[in-house]
């Protein structure tokens, strides 16, 4: 089936620097990956909507220019968090769409952002 | 904007036991699925549903699709242990350009 790779799994950094997690489809071409952010026993938020060669589409209220999106290829997304804060701190997920309609998007392992 | 209603938020079984988790959409969905995410894990796709008033069945899982498609439900039979996690719903509608709406998912505990 799809596989959705994404790393670090887990990643602690310091206030004010830029954290890059990269979510790559392994088996499948995706044009379209999704970002959501999961707070402690809580549903998943969409960011983004990042689409190969051309740029995110974000959700209301997330800041551009704080969560950077680039989808460059088929088969890799990266979300860079810049001059993180720890209110950035959070679970963040990552989706595409791997076997068609029928069959539901594949999640990443996420990435636990600690921002100390 | 399109809003996505799950309850109950937690739901704590007696193993054996059956429980169901009720999904409600603020508007008419293309599609619903239902995903399962164990504790430190991530969301796994377990089905969609399409078609109006669609019944579909895994083993122990009974999922439903309304009539007028704007809510679901998740029943499951003879709870385990292994059921333990947090169940999604997610619905797309015609216009949402393939994003899905999560609800704020059932936390299930099992107890043995």
């Known amino acids: 089936g799809a596989v959705v790779s994404q790393h670090p799994s887990r990643v602690i950094c310091k206030s004010g620097t830029s954290v890059k997690i990269e979510c790559r489809s392994l088996?499948?071409?995706?044009?379209?990956m999704f970002w959501y952010r999961q707070f402690p026993k809580k549903s998943l938020m969409l960011m983004a909507t990042?689409?190969?060669?051309?740029?995110?589409?974000?959700e209301q209220g997330v800041e551009k220019d704080k969560f950077l999106i680039n989808h460059a290829s088929l088969t890799l997304s990266t979300l860079t968090v810049t001059s993180a804060h720890p209110e950035d701190s959070s679970f963040y997920i990552c989706?595409?769409?791997?076997?068609?309609?029928?069959?539901?998007?594949?999640f990443g392992s996420g990435t636990r952002l600690t921002v100390v | 904007g399109q809003q996505v209603m799950q309850i109950p938020q937690y739901q704590h079984v007696q193993e054996g036991e059956d429980f169901t988790t009720y999904c409600n959409s603020s508007?008419?969905?293309?599609?619903i699925q239902w995903y399962k995410q164990r504790p430190g894990g991530h969301p796994v796709f377990l089905i969609q549903?399409?078609?109006?008033?669609e019944v579909k069945k895994q083993k122990r899982l009974t999922f439903q699709f309304g009539e007028a498609k704007k809510n679901s439900s998740l029943h499951i039979t003879a709870t385990q242990t292994t059921d333990v996690g947090t169940y999604f719903c997610?619905?797309?509608?015609?216009?949402?350009?393939?994003?899905?709406?999560f609800g704020a998912g059932t936390q299930v505990v099992v107890t043995p």
């Open positions: 989706s595409a769409d791997g076997q068609g309609g029928n069959y539901g998007y594949t």
């Open positions: 088996d499948f071409q995706a044009t379209t």
């Open positions: 990042s689409n190969e060669g051309s740029k995110a589409t974000y």
């Open positions: 508007t008419t969905l293309s599609n």
């Open positions: 549903l399409v078609k109006s008033g």
């Open positions: 997610a619905g797309r509608t015609t216009d949402s350009w393939g994003k899905l709406q």
